[in-house]
């Protein structure tokens, strides 16, 4: 790098005159700057440059050293070598700097290659655990009837007889009522085996007020053989609505939208006459099936319906079980089996899977 | 109830209906069909023949040559094997090109000899072989001497017949007879009936049958109608073919012409009949009575049966002859010989049916009726019609009259229906006529109609009928449920919700289930041996047992969660998932009497079991074992979560079946003192050693408390503003001195200056005097208002250490 001449036309005559140390230190400092700019230009490395920067800059490096003798000069010479001894050093510095980043910039670039990693490696696990499927139908099913006005009620596993049975209309010599069929405790005490006696307990709780909305999910059992359809232990889900002028086609329209949302929008529904003694009219229902549509498949036995619940009209001796006048009340239930949704939901061939609880089966069932 | 189109054609014109159509309409309007059977299991071309003379085979001892006239204009050469062939016997002909099920007939030479067609077995028509009448089990079929010369098969065996499966709810039991599904088939097409009319069809021959036989009602609860009627001179022989045809039909074996018009007459009416051989019943008199203690009766299968107090019998003037309304006695069975009958038609109670049959095992198509209640007005008809037939096909004669006790008649009931009501009911329009209409149809009669209100006369046979809704119920099922409309409920609109308790319980899955703990179902019964694992979280209670449980190993129903999580996780670990994380929320049972007479409590648990490594093998991570404090952390989880965290004690009090020095108990404190919540810890090494698990640690707390003190409220509390000042002691004190009582008397003494301490490091061994340890705490000093001065922040901090010194003996780590 040169110095601009023009610049010191003046300095020039004024050594001229003073002789000639000014001459000889701002030679000094621009052979300094020369040699200073040499070296760094062929530096390699940050070390390299750190012992050049200190050599030429440090507290006892070489300009600092030149600048020693400006004790020497007048007042009028020292700040314009002081001038010039600024210029070499920002000169030296400049360069250094550009160095510096460019060293930065190589170790960044070694740095970034050197912490590649394989991104095709799995990342460390998130405790991964999950709902029992048959939770996660009760809630998608309480959710459906929650968004509709329902409350969720429960009731306790073991029941009388009067609310298993004799207040939902089953006399006492109804063949339901066996011991063959029934887990019993005592002669009065059984488990329950539908999930219906928490309507009638609900009802005497609700002490004639109405509307009485309600779903009831929990456990049921009955005296069966295990097998891939039947589980001693299983899970129901019961509702019931009793207010003024209740109809079955309000029980149609309340399945429907509830089908529509477990199932999807486009599921129908059909009611076929049954019987329950707990309901009067008591029908069985129907929803097309779901995986094809209602054309017919392997799920639905080529019908193109799935039998999934059973409901009706309550019967005017449960109202009064209730506490309820039937001339003045009426109301609708329906009841379905958790275990047998969730089959068909999830494609589940056999019961059983449900109480195994194997790892491989119940953390599946996870998604929305 | 199998329902034979082909006999329902008597009282009903089926013309232009086929069979499935049919089904798919009963199946639509209340009655399940099952299925439809065609009793034609591929037959074609099998004609009667008349041998006309039989020839032993030439060069076979088995084989004999018949020549045959099965109207085919030639006499027919056939080769048959059968050993009961013989000239002058009318049998079923397969002729050549003929069909039968998996076979079809051609012309062949048999050991030389050509035969032109085959003799046919029962079983080779394909008919059943378990209702084949004795007869004609073996060899060919032979027909009765009057059957027509090369008329088809399929006519003479009622072949073409078609029949339909009805599944019965129990409260149709009406269809359990033909006359019944008749009544539904007319209501349903709209067609009309013509019915039987047995007293015009009987004549009575002979003296008043009240000088032959007498008949008595003693227990008057069990039997409300009992008659009799007396036939002499019967000719026991098979009955006729279309008797035996719609029997097989019907799933009945024909035995003779007296049973089986019984039986004909039981399935037509559904009034079950029982002939008793008159000459073997002592003193001529039938009486119903409650079995007497000690009495046996041999029932018609042989088998000798001890009849109890509670069970009816029939008997005559010295003992039981008949289990009423199950099975008839052996001593006075109709037998070849029989000459004289009393023919028996009753109404017994159902209850009492039932017992009986159920207790001795003994389950029959007349048990299966009474059980159910039998029509009383049809008592007297099926008894009239069941004498016709046996005058006119068994040869005897009907004396006169019913010889009979009870039977006081049975009003049909009057039902009043508002029309408001029903429609109301079902959310329809129906106008009076279309209502009154679909009554018709059901010949049920309707009086005028006064305001909107219709008498309904309710026929006997559908006592399932006993209020107005079960009226609507037949409109509405004959209406269609298709044509209801779909509406929704009318009327104030009700918030939906879940309770509190569901709401907590709610969370916490959701909690634990992202903290990696999956969630198992176990079953409400487990064993007896379990029961008595792990502290009762009802301290003096006592386990519920089932009275008649399926197996002993669920048999009792659950005190604790930790058993069946125990069994899953060996479940799991013997397919190689070891690493386990488990979460169960399910209810427990005691009685706080000894022996049951109230509901046991329930309580609703939260089970825990973690197993096995704390995360999977990686390959970048090290993999470490899960301790005591992976699942005590899942228990603080919960607590924090549920605004507890505060308010919770662990206590090392060695809990049962639990390692003595890894587990605790877990109190909750409140204002009325400390509340046990339940216990957390490593299970018992000797247990999970006889269990074959590797090391395991469970936790079960009761849910009530936590759903009770949940903190539901949130409230917002100011950012720090401030900086805190933290200070990080270290002091040596007995190894047997408990963190937790450390922590408790530092925040008692930090007073409201100190918001945080925590242990960060405890250490032992080394160059640390035996018997003692050292605990690392980390205290954060912070001040709401302002920036805190080393002072005042000296000042507390002295008295900290002081108090630990003073309370635990700490010496200061310097």
């Known amino acids: 790098m040169r110095l601009p001449a023009e610049r010191f036309v003046g300095v020039e005559i004024y050594k001229w005159i003073e002789g000639g140390r000014t001459k000889v230190m701002k030679e000094k400092l621009e052979a300094l700057k020369v040699e200073a700019l040499a070296k760094l230009q062929e530096v390699t490395d940050p070390q390299t440059l750190n012992d050049l920067r200190v050599k030429y800059l440090g507290k006892k490096g070489e300009l600092t050293e030149v600048l020693r003798g400006m004790g020497g000069l007048s007042a009028e010479e020292r700040p314009v070598i002081g001038q010039v001894a600024n210029l070499v050093r920002s000169a030296i510095e400049d360069v250094i700097a550009v160095k510096q980043e460019a060293f930065v910039q190589q170790e960044t670039q070694a740095r970034l290659q050197a912490e590649k990693v394989d991104v095709t490696l799995p990342g460390r696990a998130l405790p991964q655990g999950g709902l029992h499927p048959l939770s996660r139908v009760i809630r998608e099913i309480e959710d459906i009837f929650i968004g509709m006005g329902y409350k969720v009620a429960e009731g306790p596993e073991v029941e009388t007889d009067y609310y298993n049975f004799e207040a939902l209309n089953l006399p006492k010599n109804h063949p339901a009522r066996d011991m063959q069929d029934s887990f019993y405790l005592t002669e009065d005490l059984l488990m329950r085996t539908q999930t219906s006696p928490v309507q009638v307990r609900t009802m005497l709780e609700m002490n004639g007020e109405t509307p009485v909305k309600i779903i009831c999910p929990g456990k049921v059992f009955r005296r069966d053989d295990d097998d891939a359809t039947h589980s001693f232990q299983f899970h129901q889900i019961e509702g019931l609505v009793i207010g003024r002028n209740i109809r079955m086609s309000d029980l149609k329209g309340t399945l429907q939208q509830f089908v529509s949302e477990m199932f999807g929008p486009n599921t129908r529904i059909r009611l076929r006459p049954s019987f329950f003694p707990f309901t009067e009219p008591s029908v069985e229902v129907d929803v097309s099936c779901f995986k094809c549509g209602g054309d017919g498949c392997r799920l639905c036995k080529q019908s193109g319906w799935l039998e999934i619940l059973g409901s009706g009209m309550v019967h005017p001796n449960v109202l009064r079980a209730g506490g309820y006048d039937p001339e003045v009340y009426s109301g609708f239930a329906f009841g379905m089996g958790v275990e047998r949704i969730a089959m068909l939901k999830y494609g589940i061939d056999d019961i059983r899977n449900f109480y195994i609880n194997d790892m491989g089966f119940v953390k599946q069932f996870k998604g929305i | ?814």
């Open chain 2, 1 to 814: 109830m199998k329902v034979s189109t082909e006999w329902l054609g008597d009282y009903i014109s089926l013309e232009g209906v086929a069979t499935e159509e049919l089904a798919d309409q009963i199946t639509s309007a209340g009655i399940e069909i099952d299925g439809v059977e065609r009793r034609n299991k591929g037959l074609s071309g099998i004609v009667v023949g008349y041998v006309k003379s039989k020839e032993k085979h030439p060069d076979a001892d088995k084989l004999n040559v018949c020549v045959v006239d099965a109207g085919q204009g030639e006499d027919l050469q056939i080769v048959c094997g059968a050993k009961n062939v013989a000239a002058g016997q009318k049998v079923p002909v397969a002729l050549v090109g003929a069909k039968l099920p998996g076979l079809e007939i051609k012309k062949a030479k048999l050991r030389g000899v050509l035969s032109q067609g085959m003799i046919c077995s029962a079983k080779e028509l394909g008919l059943n072989d378990k209702l084949l009448p004795k007869e004609q089990q073996e060899g060919i079929l032979v027909l009765p001497e009057n059957t027509q010369i090369g008329q088809d098969i399929l006519n003479v065996l009622g072949l073409g017949d078609e029949v339909m499966e009805f599944d019965l709810t129990p409260n149709r039991s009406d269809c359990l007879s033909m006359i019944g599904a008749a009544y539904e088939v007319s209501a349903i097409l709209g067609r009309d009936l013509k019915l039987p009319d047995p007293a015009a069809e009987l004549v009575e021959a002979g003296g008043p049958a009240a000088e032959l036989a007498g008949a008595k009602i003693e227990s008057e609860d069990q039997c409300t109608h009992y008659a009799l009627r007396y036939i002499s001179g019967v000719k026991p022989a098979p009955s006729p073919l279309w008797i035996q045809n719609r029997l097989m039909a019907a799933g009945v074996r024909p035995i003779n012409n007296i049973v089986d018009i019984t039986n004909y007459v039981m399935l037509e009416y559904g009034q079950p009949l029982h002939a008793f051989d008159a000459d073997k019943v002592a003193g001529g008199v039938l009486g119903v009575r409650l079995a007497r203690v000690g009495e046996t009766l041999v029932t018609l299968d042989g088998q000798e049966r001890k009849l109890e107090p509670h069970m009816l019998v029939i008997a005559d003037a010295e003992k039981a002859v008949a289990l009423a309304g199950v099975m008839g006695g052996q001593e006075t069975e109709v037998t070849a010989e029989t000459v004289n009958i009393m023919l028996e038609s009753a109404r017994f109670d159902g209850g009492t049916v039932r017992k009986t049959s159920r207790q001795l095992g003994l389950r029959s198509e007349a048990s299966l009726r009474f059980e159910k209640e039998v029509d009383p007005n049809a008592v007297i008809p099926a008894l009239n019609r069941a004498a016709a037939l046996i005058a006119r096909y068994a040869g005897g004669s009907v004396h006169e009259g019913v010889v009979q006790a009870g039977g006081a008649g049975v009003q049909e009931k009057i039902l009043t229906l508002s029309l408001e009501k029903l429609n109301n009911y079902l959310g329809t329009q129906l106008s009076l006529l279309e209502v009154k209409t679909l009554f018709n149809r059901l010949h049920f009669k309707c009086g005028d109609a006064a305001q909107g209100v219709i008498e309904v006369q309710v026929p006997t046979r559908r006592g399932d009928i006993t209020a107005d809704v079960d009226l609507i119920e037949e409109i509405a099922r004959l209406y269609g449920y298709d044509n209801i409309p779909t509406t929704l409920i009318e009327g104030v609109t009700t918030p939906g919700a879940l309770s509190r308790e569901q709401s907590v319980r709610r969370e916490l899955r959701k909690l634990l289930a992202s903290g990696g703990y999956q969630e198992v179902m176990g079953y409400s019964f487990i064993q007896p041996e379990q029961s008595k694992l792990f502290p009762a979280l009802h301290q003096g209670h006592h386990a519920v047992k089932l009275a008649m449980p399926m197996s002993e190993e669920r048999s009792v129903l659950r005190t604790t969660l930790i058993p069946q999580l125990l069994d899953i996780a060996l479940y799991n670990s013997n397919r190689r998932q070891s690493d386990l994380a488990l979460f169960e929320i399910g209810n427990i049972f005691f009685s706080e009497a000894e022996e049951l007479k109230a509901q046991p409590q329930e309580h609703p648990v939260l089970g825990l079991l973690l197993t096995g490594s704390q995360a999977a093998k990686q390959w970048n991570g090290t993999v470490r074992p899960v301790d005591f404090f992976d699942i005590k952390g899942a228990l603080e989880a919960v607590f924090a979560y549920l605004g507890l965290a505060d308010r919770i004690v662990y206590e090392g009090d060695a809990p049962q079946d639990y390692h003595p020095g890894r587990s605790a108990s877990v109190y909750l404190l409140g204002a009325q003192g400390r509340l046990k919540l339940g216990t957390v810890g490593q299970v018992h090494p000797e247990l999970t050693r006889k269990l074959d698990l590797e090391d395991t640690y469970v936790a079960e707390l009761l849910l009530q408390p936590l759903y009770d003190h949940a903190r539901t409220s949130l409230q917002y509390s100011e950012l720090y503003r401030f900086p805190g000042m933290e200070r990080d002691i270290a002091v040596v004190v007995g190894s047997e001195v408990p963190a937790g009582h450390l922590l408790a008397a530092i925040r008692e003494h930090g007073g409201t200056l100190l918001q945080n301490a925590q242990v960060f490091d405890v250490y032992t061994g080394g160059k640390m005097e035996s018997g003692k340890k050292s605990v690392a705490i980390s205290l954060l000093y912070r001040h709401t208002e302002r920036t805190l001065t080393d002072e005042e922040v000296g000042e507390v901090h002295d008295g900290v250490v002081a108090a630990l010194e003073q309370t635990f003996g700490a010496e200061l780590r310097k």
